[in-house]
């Protein structure tokens, strides 16, 4: 069974550092074909996909967020980290970890259940 | 990196057909068959229903199909039911920019 969970802080003051652990089960980060992503959704918008870790440490960076975010994994401890710097209430959103299974299937397979993280002062 | 494009809102009668478009271009539905489609029920994760343009994972009930022409994409579901009123969105592989991946703005059905 396959399991993935999200943790971190469910608030967090503007300019700070925002530091999300996703913790899962079920699948190794060392399998060919096999990554990480994180999503977060704003209240009542769409999904966003923010950065993803591959099995051989390849890293993605959403384009409009690539200065600020950072992914790294520890596939001793079946962990993978995000790290969001200088937030601001717009960051405001519900964070998901998810595993993606590469080409040809492409496809974000299983969930984490979020974890809701607002930025105030 | 622009999202794919979606109807904000879908709606139907219980036992009736509906279709939800995403719209890409060249560089991602046009070319690649890696679309993805999710379900998310309000206040819950979402939740894989079709990837690579028309397979269902194991467990997705066959009333949800996916197709593709061009660049746009397109899921059905058929036999419409309450609990498919939901949240609906699209995902594609993408050569656009470096970052492989782009989801759609997503589809809110609601059943009449």
């Known amino acids: 069974q396959i399991t993935l969970k999200e943790s971190g802080p469910t608030l967090v003051k503007p300019t700070e550092t925002l530091t999300l652990t996703c913790a899962f089960s079920?699948?190794?980060?060392?399998?060919?074909?096999?990554?990480v992503g994180w999503i977060r959704q704003p209240p009542g918008m769409a999904l966003e996909l923010l950065a993803l870790?591959?099995?051989?440490?390849?890293?993605r960076y959403s384009p409009s967020l690539k200065t600020r975010l950072t992914i790294t994994k520890d596939t001793s401890n079946n962990q993978v980290v995000l790290t969001l710097t200088n937030v601001d209430p717009v960051d405001t959103a519900t964070y998901y970890c998810?595993?993606?299974?590469?080409?040809?299937?492409?496809?974000?397979?299983?969930w984490g259940q979020g974890t809701l993280v607002t930025v105030s002062s | 990196q622009s999202a794919l494009t979606q109807p904000a809102s879908v709606s139907g009668s219980p036992g009736q057909s509906i279709t939800i478009s995403c719209t890409g271009t060249s560089s991602d539905v046009g070319t690649y068959d890696y679309v993805s489609w999710y379900q998310q029920h309000p206040g819950k994760a979402p939740k894989l229903m079709i990837y690579a343009v028309t397979n269902r994972p194991s467990g997705i009930s066959s009333r949800f199909s996916g197709s593709k022409s061009d660049n746009t994409a397109s899921l059905t579901i058929s036999g419409l039911q309450a609990e498919d009123e939901a949240d609906y969105y699209c995902s594609s592989y993408t050569t656009s920019s470096s970052f492989p991946y782009v989801f759609g703005t997503g589809t809110k059905v609601t059943v009449l």
């Open positions: 870790i591959y099995w051989d440490d390849d890293k």
């Open positions: 998810a595993q993606l299974l590469g080409r040809p299937r492409s496809s974000f397979d299983h």
């Open positions: 079920g699948f190794s980060l060392t399998t060919f074909g096999v990554g």
